[in-house]
């Protein structure tokens, strides 16, 4: 039965009430002719309780009535509510759809264009080489480098389509520089297009192929590896060093990814001569400074990436090599390269080390990459590490009470909460360790920095005014510039280097108190070779893609 057939019925019932009434007057009346007492007052006290009880039945109906009428407006407001979202998302739907569209139909065109051109290249190239090198092969692929490209920088061609930028870069001068075994050439090319780093890192795998010994041509690429002149301290300051060690390490990790496509290109030979450039540079390893104790040394990285992709590790003792991951635990192939060098097992060894050393941010993330998360709990290490952070230096704990120590144990805190945040959200923690009370400590803290920054420059003195008849004043100085030659060396917390690409995660690496912490700004002349090459690894270290 419907609710309105419902409604009928209960009015037709309050409609019979009053007919009911009635008839019950006249039974009430038959009732009293036959009595000798009269029932009058009785009979009136009844009809008013019943006459009441019918009144409040209809207002009673009528209030449902009224209710009911409510209902069904919003009822019909919210399925009109719902049908026009319902239009709004499937109209996002479809302009979604055709803008998706028109993105894989870019990127399918950027590729079509790549192969093209690569095929007209590799077409010319066999010809040329056949001419002017009477007596080598001619190098010719098999299968065009632009379909391995593709493959492999699927990502950067969409995203270069979606800025509207279709153009695949291609640098055919890779493959001549290779086919002439110029490992000086091939160091100038990469230094030249280190603003393209990331697509000429692509495409070096495909050109070491044309080379005729490619395995020799990486091996004479790791020349002026170490600086002969100068002390160590002083080759840190060599931006084109430290480009030229990069470049050294991207190499053998390009090599090592064109030997797992090809083989018989490791010959005892080469072997041979790996083992002495390993032989070579292990005995440097002993004189290593800061960087290493931060985890982020480039002589350690090179000398276990020799090691792996020579493979010539066997000659070593592990106990050894053990010892130099704590050196690179901050690098980006850290974790490839202990699985290279069946260094897995060591890992909870490692990683104590690193904790003993107040670096909990590089054991959790090799905790993770290991699988030790349950030896190691990621939360109780990160917890602790902020503990830490909070101790080291403590103006309380040494005596000092000054603004500044107070400063510094501030900013190391503000340091070692981002470092963590970002850990948190690398590792997906959120849930175990939330993020919300650091978040909030992190704006106290710089908000409490801001307001020291302030007041400190309102207290700086005004430099005074000349007088007015213009007699006896010198030029205002209004700015100070700082000693060229004063070199920052910064080794503690508060100024973390960005090795954006060396490694995944950045955060700030352990104090070492044996070098100061300096205000100035690194003062040298780059030369034209590797000039400007990825930063000087310091302080305002600029990107690096490998």
């Known amino acids: 039965m419907s609710a309105m057939e419902d409604t009928q019925s209960v009015a037709t019932l309050i409609e019979s009430t009053t007919s009911k009434i009635q008839q019950l007057q006249k039974a009430f009346a038959e009732l ?46 919210a399925w009109e509510m719902l049908e026009k979202r319902e239009a709004a998302v499937v109209a996002k739907e479809h302009a979604s759809l055709e803008r998706l569209q028109e993105k894989r139909d870019s990127a399918v065109s950027a ?17 040329a080489a056949t001419s002017e090198d009477q007596g080598g092969a001619p190098f ?146 002993d004189d290593l400074d800061v960087d290493a104790n931060n985890g982020n040394s480039l002589e350690a990285h090179a000398f276990l990436q020799l090691l ?56 959790v993330n090799l905790a993770f990459e290991f699988e030790l998360t349950e030896q190691f709990s990621p939360v109780s290490l990160l917890k602790s590490y902020l503990i830490e952070a909070k101790k080291v230096s403590s103006p309380v704990k040494s005596g000092n009470t000054s603004p500044s120590a107070q400063n510094e144990v501030n900013e190391r805190e503000l340091t070692a909460l981002k470092a963590v945040i970002k850990c948190i959200e690398d590792h997906k923690l959120e849930e175990q360790y939330p993020l919300d009370p650091l978040q909030k400590r992190v704006l106290l803290l710089e908000k409490a920095k801001a307001d020291k920054k302030r007041a400190t420059e309102v207290a700086k003195p005004q430099p005074k005014r000349p007088r007015a008849n213009g007699v006896g004043h010198a030029p205002r100085v209004t700015n100070v510039v700082a000693d060229k030659n004063f070199y920052a060396r910064v080794t503690d917390n508060r100024y973390p280097p960005q090795y954006m690409y060396d490694r995944p995660y950045a955060y700030p690496a352990p104090t070492d108190n044996q070098f100061p912490s300096h205000l100035g700004s690194a003062g040298y002349t780059m030369s034209p070779a590797h000039g400007n090459f990825f930063g000087n690894g310091f302080q305002y270290q600029a990107p690096y893609l490998h």
């Open 32 to 77: 009293e002719s036959h009595r000798a007492l009269t029932l009058n007052l009785k009979w009136k006290q009844l009809e008013e309780h019943f006459h009441g009880l019918e009144k409040s039945l209809k207002r009673r109906f009528t209030e449902l009535e009224d209710q009911e009428k409510e209902y069904e407006t919003k009822t019909t407001k």
């Open 111 to 127: 590729i079509a264009n790549a192969i093209q051109k690569h095929r007209k290249v590799s077409a010319m190239e066999p010809a």
């Open 140 to 285: 010719v692929e098999e299968k065009p480098p632009d379909a391995m490209v593709a493959e492999s920088n699927s990502d950067d061609v969409k995203k270069s389509s979606e800025n509207d930028n279709v153009d695949v870069m291609s640098y055919p001068q890779l493959v001549k520089l290779c086919e002439d075994m110029d490992s000086e050439g091939l160091h100038k090319f990469i230094s030249d297009n280190r603003k393209n780093l990331a697509a000429v890192r692509e495409e070096i795998p495909i050109a070491l192929k044309a080379a005729t010994d490619p395995a020799s041509l990486v091996l004479d690429s790791l020349n002026g590896f170490y600086c002969m002149e100068g002390s160590n301290l002083d080759a840190k300051k060599d931006a084109n060093l430290l480009g030229l060690r990069r470049t050294c390490i991207m190499l053998m990790e390009c090599l090592s990814t064109l030997l797992s496509s090809a083989s018989n290109i490791i010959t005892e030979n080469i072997k041979e001569r790996a083992r002495d450039i390993a032989e070579e540079w292990k005995p440097k390893l």
């Open 308 to 363: 792996a992709t020579f493979g010539v590790d066997s000659d070593f003792e592990q106990e050894d090599l053990q010892k130099l991951i704590p050196m690179v635990s901050r690098r980006r192939q850290t974790a490839d390269l202990c699985r290279s060098l069946g260094l897995s097992e060591k890992m909870p060894g490692v990683i104590n080390v690193l904790l003993n050393n107040g670096r909990q941010i590089d054991a």
